[in-house]
């Protein structure tokens, strides 16, 4: 009978990204920024468009086409790097009041955004896991975009306090009905991205193991 895995260095990894990435966050001290609306995308900046599932950009990003995944649902791993190197400008158009030209304490703005180019030019994402592993090992929701698996918002190392990638309108809901929206990748630097792969067996063992750095 085959042993349930219940983590990887996959989602051990991820725990360290999310610890960072919360601790960045929890350095702001406004929790109700002013994100824009999830449906108004007609002034999305143009690098930004590839996190927009079934876009051509999509279609064409490095994670789509990346040859290991290409098959399997794309490659998570280097979908991660990516929303990881454009956390600065997620947060500068999902959360215009904290982060954009309007902020009003452009000082402690100026330090996240630097505070997330560090972690960018730092963090080592584990590489080579497909969407369709992950999925597996994490179990399949259709309500979490943008690969419909659960990923961040880990209760175990989530800061309560910290700024929403939301419109203000949701502020007031459940944060787990929210937090997927359609394009998911706003959710990044809020969220971080654990990955609880409680469904991985003992097939997944010697993957896993090999990926330990």
């Known amino acids: 009978m085959m042993r349930k895995l219940t983590q990887s260095p996959w989602c051990s990894a991820l725990v360290r990204i999310l610890t960072v990435l919360a601790a960045l966050a929890a350095s702001v001290t406004i929790s109700t920024a002013h994100a824009q609306p999830d449906a108004d995308m007609a002034d999305l900046p143009g690098e930004l468009r590839k996190y927009v599932p079934a876009s051509p950009q999509w279609q064409r ?15 998570f791993s280097v979908w991660v790097s990516n929303v990881i190197q454009d ?60 690969f419909n698996f659960a990923w961040g918002l880990d209760p175990e190392h989530q800061v309560s306090q910290l700024h929403l990638c939301v419109s203000a309108a949701d502020q007031a809901e459940d944060r787990s009905l929210f937090a997927n929206r359609s394009m998911g990748a706003p959710r990044g630097p809020c969220d971080g991205f654990y990955v609880a792969c409680v469904n991985a067996d003992g097939a997944d063992r010697t993957r896993s193991m090999s990926g330990r750095r």
């Open 87 to 146: 956390a600065p400008a997620l947060l500068q158009y999902f959360g215009p009041t904290m982060f954009g030209p309007e902020s009003s304490n452009p000082e402690q703005r100026d330090a996240v955004l630097r505070g997330y180019r560090d972690l960018a030019a730092t963090v080592e994402v584990p590489s080579g896991y497909c969407v369709d592993d992950m999925k597996h090992w994490a179990g399949a929701d259709g309500t979490t975009k943008p």
């Open 61 to 75: 990003s490095a994670w789509m086409t990346a040859e290991s995944c290409r098959d399997r649902g794309g490659d």
